[in-house]
């Protein structure tokens, strides 16, 4: 199993390229963000504040541990104590995609394929 993880500012396309990488090459899509709507924190999230850190944690390795298929994460890792956590908690192959650099060097269609091109080299290599 392979997780793809999306890494950009806000407003850098990830949840684009994200879903479309998770379409193009049959992947799950996890969004952190989909995940704290679900925890019913929509107070929190309109006053400026995260969820609770402990519980999205939680949610998110139970959404990554629901099968063996790999997946696309977008919005977590968004700070370095989360990039380490979720270093520490997945025992397979993670590879991070710095969307901003990429949306800013590219036009979209040509970003989305380089992004496939990527991560088929990622998927279907062997540990």
């Not at 696309?72 to 370095?80: A, E, M």
Request: include cysteine; hydrophobic fraction near 40%; charged fraction near 25%.
């Amino acid at each position: 199993m392979t997780g793809i993880i999306m890494l950009g500012v806000t407003t850098s396309g990830k949840s684009t390229i994200g879903k479309y990488l998770a379409n193009e090459l049959g992947l799950r899509y996890i969004s952190s963000g989909d995940i704290a709507r679900q925890m019913h924190v929509d107070e929190l999230l309109n006053k400026g504040e995260l969820a609770p850190e402990d519980e999205m944690r939680k949610r998110i390795l139970e959404a990554i541990n629901d099968t063996q298929v790999s997946y696309v994460l977008d919005g977590c890792p968004r700070f370095y104590e989360q990039y380490a956590w979720l270093k520490g908690s997945i025992d397979h192959r993670l590879v991070f995609m710095d969307i901003y650099i990429l949306h800013h060097v590219l036009h979209l269609q040509d970003l989305l394929n380089v992004c496939v091109t990527m991560i088929n080299s990622h998927l279907y290599r062997r540990k």
